[in-house]
């Protein structure tokens, strides 16, 4: 197995002064930010959007190219798929601004800000006990779907590939805690398990956000296209009991956000737990998809592997070693854990 390539000292002072240079910019931007005209901010953001939709060339080609491959009967002229992956550009760039401008908010004024749409089927789901899984995507205003429930006094918790740097991690863990918003990092593997067991059975919301098909080991139809699915949200819900409740905070034409939480969505119980953990993944995969084709221009398209959406090599091996772990009969804990590390 091929180790992780070491940094020379002079890399890894390049490295570390990245973070610092972006933390200060951070810490900057949102100290100022109050003090800012709102229309003054907005656009600035769009401004800041065109530049690094030109500079980054790599990840635009790319949304692109994904455009092409899921949607391309349905965008067939490269024109229209172009201003799509722009809107969902855009779109992100507007969620980094919400996100920012909702650490000086009161939860008053988050609730005016983000309304709330099927609140029954999260009370609802809270009353079995068991705790929530809140299903989600790149989509939208997602990072305001904490500070949202938490203003409205529900027990939140977001999983969260942390940046590799502990301090800048540090500083934005922070930010969401200003909202209301624990963060249960997604590194290591098992203390992420044990902190997202802990959750729920503490009856908390947890925030899954499982559109990344690049890593899973469950081959899924997504968009037209098979994918590897992450088979962690499926795999908590059979274990654990908990609901499963599709949550996505919608842009409304006005730039408002709706967020909508639909009815709970039921683990397919087969004899077999693997058949059941295919089952519930794939129907999970249906709910993100119709959604992210009703609002393809609020999706982010870096979700899905390259070539077309076939599986690399790296998807592949993963694949392999986890039926191999599974053949070797791991026990129920460490079963969870690597079920579920596949969606961190």
């Given at each position: 197995?091929?180790?992780?390539?070491?940094?020379?000292?002079?890399?890894?002072?390049?490295?570390?002064?990245?973070?610092?240079?972006?933390?200060?910019?951070?810490?900057?931007?949102?100290?100022?930010?109050?003090?800012?005209?709102?229309?003054?901010?907005?656009?600035?953001?769009?401004?800041?959007?065109?530049?690094?939709?030109?500079?980054?060339?790599?990840?635009?080609?790319?949304?692109?190219?994904?455009?092409?491959?899921?949607?391309?009967?349905?965008?067939?002229?490269?024109?229209?798929?172009k201003e799509l992956v722009w809107r969902a550009w855009l779109n992100f760039a507007r969620v980094m601004l919400d996100t920012a401008e909702a650490t000086h908010f009161s939860p008053a004024r988050i609730l005016a800000a983000v309304a709330?749409?099927?609140?029954?089927?999260?009370?609802?789901?809270?009353?079995?006990?068991?705790?929530?899984?809140?299903?989600?995507?790149?989509?939208?205003?997602?990072?305001?779907?904490?500070?949202?429930?938490?203003?409205?006094?529900?027990?939140?918790?977001?999983?969260?590939?942390?940046?590799?740097?502990?301090?800048?991690?540090?500083?934005?863990?922070?930010?969401?805690?200003?909202?209301?918003?624990?963060?249960?990092?997604?590194?290591?593997?098992?203390?992420?398990?044990?902190?997202?067991?802990?959750?729920?059975?503490?009856?908390?919301?947890?925030?899954?956000?499982?559109?990344?098909?690049?890593?899973?080991?469950?081959?899924?139809?997504?968009?037209?296209l098979k994918v590897p699915a992450p088979r962690g949200p499926a795999t908590l819900a059979l274990r654990t009991g908990a609901v499963t409740l599709p949550m996505f905070a919608i842009r409304r034409p006005d730039g408002s956000l709706a967020l909508s939480v639909d009815a709970p969505i039921a683990s397919v119980e087969r004899a077999d737990l693997e058949e059941s953990v295919v089952a519930t993944t794939a129907l999970y995969t249906r709910q993100l998809?119709?959604?992210?084709?009703?609002?393809?221009?609020?999706?982010?398209?870096?979700?899905?592997?390259?070539?077309?959406?076939?599986?690399?090599?790296?998807?592949?091996?993963?694949?392999?070693?986890?039926?191999?772990?599974?053949?070797?009969?791991?026990?129920?804990?460490?079963?969870?854990?690597?079920?579920?590390?596949?969606?961190?």
């Open positions: 197995m091929v180790g992780k390539k070491r940094r020379s000292a002079p890399g890894r002072f390049f490295y570390a002064l990245r973070y610092r240079i972006g933390e200060h910019l951070l810490r900057g931007f949102v100290k100022v930010l109050p003090r800012i005209p709102r229309r003054v901010a907005l656009a600035f953001m769009r401004f800041m959007a065109r530049v690094s939709f030109a500079i980054l060339l790599v990840f635009r080609r790319r949304m692109e190219e994904n455009v092409a491959a899921a949607l391309g009967q349905e965008f067939p002229d490269p024109a229209e798929r709330l749409e099927g609140e029954e089927h999260i009370k609802s789901a809270l009353e079995k006990g068991r705790g929530v899984i809140a299903l989600s995507a790149h989509l939208g205003g997602f990072t305001m779907i904490g500070p949202r429930l938490a203003a409205g006094g529900f027990p939140f918790s977001v999983v969260v590939k942390q940046p590799a740097d502990k301090r800048f991690a540090g500083l934005i863990d922070g930010y969401r805690a200003r909202s209301g918003v624990h963060t249960i990092s997604a590194k290591p593997r098992r203390e992420a398990v044990r902190g997202i067991l802990k959750a729920l059975r503490q009856n908390r919301i947890v925030l899954v956000i499982a559109d990344e098909f690049k890593s899973g080991d469950v081959m899924v139809d997504f968009l037209g998809e119709a959604v992210i084709r009703k609002y393809p221009d609020q999706w982010n398209w870096l979700g899905l592997p390259r070539r077309g959406g076939r599986p690399s090599r790296a998807d592949i091996a993963r694949m392999r070693g986890a039926l191999r772990a599974k053949a070797k009969g791991a026990s129920r804990r460490d079963q969870i854990g690597s079920d579920t590390s596949s969606s961190l």
